[in-house]
């Protein structure tokens, strides 16, 4: 999983995008997986278990969990991974240039 | 016929250890007729009786010990210091009785340091075990058990006694996890580790959900684990009801709700994880709905903090194209 995201925040790093991850760890798991993991992308971080409160909030009882949101914040798609993620971002990115 | 009378005064203990509180009432009733004009004394000087500066002081420890940071075994020792201290100052008052049952449940600091240590090192040996899942379940299902038994009283034999209860064979489960949680109330009752209970609560039949929550949100000394014992049954609720396991009526919305709306207004400010129970009462109450979070809505928006404690909030990156990625490194 990370590595599919790092490329795409490096890829989009001029465009933008912005990929925010909501965090479920206890804060030493966090900051050991942003080290080695290399993650540059900025995170909340839940209240260390999978009941924190944005994810209780959001109802998540899986993880992953992903929601893509256009440019006006509105949600236009859910649960896309990987190369189909990428479609979406780019689709939407192209569409918030059009006008 | 005194004693008799005394013995309606003690409040509900939790199973055990009832004829040993009782003992130390008597005892200690006794001892308030000899101080009396000193009591006397000091109600006029204060203007306030000791049994109230004990209650006070009692409450103000409870605070204390759930605002403070420490971890659980410092905590502990800083704490068993304080409880005995209050416990000879105002001996005779129901406060100090109530000091006396914390330090009773009480472990040592180093006892729970070589509980945690230990489990800490079964736990690596299992997921390092190239065993398949059943026989490494039947190999370490007795190790767990022991350092329960060796360590009972420790947070770290809890969580070992809770790991060997849900791995019991179907067939066996629910005749022996009403006789383990009975063992666990005996020993854990007044004890602040019993706030894991809820990690259990899946295991139970409705009729034990009810009454071992119900006797911790009742007659716990720690406002920790009352809280979490409310909490961890409206959460259960408001969960499963969503997936049938519970039945969806009127009241058992209501019955959760109402649950969830006490604890943001009495023990809002007692800590969960790393937040606290006001926050994650509001969380359960107000969840977004499917048709909330459904596509073409606008998503709803989300302030908190990074690990490093700086505040973050999601409208900070409108007029960007977003993905939200709820994850954890596991």
Same mark, same amino acid.
């Given at each position: 999983?990370?590595?599919?995201?790092?490329?795409? *925040?490096?890829?989009?790093?001029?465009?933008?995008? +912005?990929?925010?991850?909501?965090?479920?760890?206890?804060?030493?798991?966090?900051?050991?997986?942003?080290?080695?993991?290399?993650?540059?992308?900025?995170s909340?971080?839940?209240?260390?278990?999978?009941?924190?409160?944005? +994810?209780?909030?959001?109802? *998540?009882?899986?993880?992953?969990?992903?929601?893509?949101?256009?440019h006006?914040?509105?949600?236009?798609?859910?649960?896309?991974?990987?190369?189909?993620?990428?479609? *979406? *971002?780019?689709?939407?990115?192209?569409?918030?240039?059009?006008? | 016929?005194?004693?008799?009378?005394?013995?309606?005064? =003690?409040?509900?203990?939790?199973?055990?250890?009832?004829?040993?509180?009782?003992?130390?009432? =008597?005892?200690?009733?006794?001892?308030?007729? !000899?101080?009396?004009?000193? &009591?006397?004394?000091?109600?006029?000087?204060?203007?306030?009786?000791?049994?109230?500066? /004990?209650?006070?002081?009692?409450?103000?420890?409870?605070?204390?010990?759930?605002?403070?940071?420490?971890?659980?075994?410092?905590? !502990?020792?800083?704490?068993?210091?304080?409880?005995?201290?209050?416990?000879?100052r $105002?001996?005779?008052?129901?406060?100090?009785?109530?000091?006396?049952?914390?330090?009773?449940?009480?472990?040592?600091?180093?006892?729970?340091? /070589?509980?945690?240590?230990?489990?800490?090192?079964?736990?690596?040996?299992?997921?390092?075990?190239?065993?398949?899942?059943?026989?490494? #379940?039947?190999e370490?299902?007795?190790?767990?058990?022991?350092?329960?038994?060796?360590?009972?009283?420790?947070?770290?034999?809890?969580e070992?006694k809770?790991?060997?209860?849900?791995?019991?064979?179907?067939?066996?489960?629910?005749?022996?996890i009403?006789?383990?949680?009975?063992?666990? !109330?005996?020993?854990?009752?007044?004890?602040?580790?019993?706030?894991?209970?809820?990690?259990?609560?899946?295991?139970?039949?409705?009729?034990?959900?009810?009454?071992?929550?119900?006797?911790?949100?009742? #007659?716990?000394?720690?406002?920790?684990?009352?809280?979490?014992?409310?909490?961890? &049954?409206?959460?259960?609720?408001?969960?499963?009801?969503?997936?049938?396991?519970?039945?969806?009526?009127?009241? #058992?919305?209501?019955?959760?709700?109402?649950?969830l709306?006490?604890?943001?207004?009495?023990?809002?400010?007692v800590?969960?994880?790393?937040?606290?129970?006001? =926050?994650?009462?509001?969380?359960?109450? #107000?969840? $977004?709905?499917?048709?909330? &979070?459904?596509?073409?809505?606008p998503?709803?928006?989300?302030?908190?903090?990074?690990?490093?404690?700086?505040?973050?909030?999601?409208?900070?990156?409108?007029?960007?194209?977003?993905?939200?990625? !709820?994850?954890?490194?596991?």
């Amino acid at each position: 999983m990370y590595p599919h995201e790092r490329s795409l *925040v490096s890829r989009l790093e001029d465009e933008p995008f +912005a990929l925010i991850g909501i965090n479920s760890d206890p804060k030493e798991d966090y900051f050991e997986a942003i080290a080695r993991e290399n993650i540059t992308w900025p995170s909340f971080w839940d209240g260390g278990d999978t009941s924190g409160p944005i +994810a209780t909030k959001w109802g *998540v009882t899986g993880w992953p969990t992903i929601y893509i949101i256009d440019h006006e914040g509105i949600i236009r798609d859910k649960n896309k991974r990987d190369e189909r993620m990428d479609e *979406v *971002v780019d689709r939407l990115l192209e569409k918030m240039k059009g006008g | 016929m005194l004693v008799g009378a005394r013995k309606a005064e =003690v409040p509900s203990s939790l199973h055990a250890e009832k004829g040993l509180v009782t003992m130390r009432w =008597v005892r200690r009733t006794s001892r308030i007729r !000899f101080p009396l004009g000193a &009591l006397l004394l000091s109600l006029v000087s204060s203007g306030c009786s000791k049994e109230e500066r /004990a209650a006070s002081a009692l409450a103000e420890l409870g605070e204390a010990y759930t605002a403070s940071e420490l971890g659980s075994v410092d905590k !502990f020792t800083e704490f068993t210091a304080r409880y005995q201290e209050l416990t000879e100052r $105002y001996s005779g008052t129901q406060a100090a009785m109530d000091a006396e049952k914390w330090l009773m449940t009480g472990t040592s600091a180093a006892e729970e340091e /070589a509980a945690s240590a230990e489990l800490a090192a079964l736990k690596e040996a299992y997921s390092e075990s190239d065993l398949g899942r059943t026989e490494k #379940n039947e190999e370490f299902t007795p190790k767990y058990q022991t350092l329960a038994e060796d360590y009972w009283g420790t947070d770290a034999a809890l969580e070992a006694k809770f790991w060997v209860m849900r791995r019991a064979p179907r067939d066996e489960r629910s005749a022996t996890i009403g006789e383990d949680t009975d063992a666990i !109330f005996e020993r854990y009752g007044q004890s602040l580790h019993i706030k894991r209970l809820g990690e259990l609560i899946t295991n139970f039949s409705e009729e034990q959900r009810e009454e071992y929550f119900g006797e911790l949100r009742e #007659n716990s000394p720690h406002p920790e684990v009352r809280a979490a014992a409310i909490y961890d &049954l409206a959460r259960y609720i408001k969960r499963f009801m969503r997936y049938g396991m519970v039945e969806d009526s009127p009241e #058992n919305r209501e019955k959760a709700d109402s649950d969830l709306r006490l604890l943001m207004e009495e023990y809002a400010d007692v800590p969960k994880g790393g937040v606290t129970y006001g =926050v994650m009462a509001d969380a359960v109450l #107000n969840a $977004y709905t499917d048709e909330d &979070l459904a596509i073409g809505q606008p998503a709803p928006e989300i302030v908190g903090v990074t690990a490093d404690g700086d505040e973050i909030r999601l409208s900070q990156f409108l007029g960007k194209v977003v993905v939200i990625d !709820f994850w954890g490194d596991w």
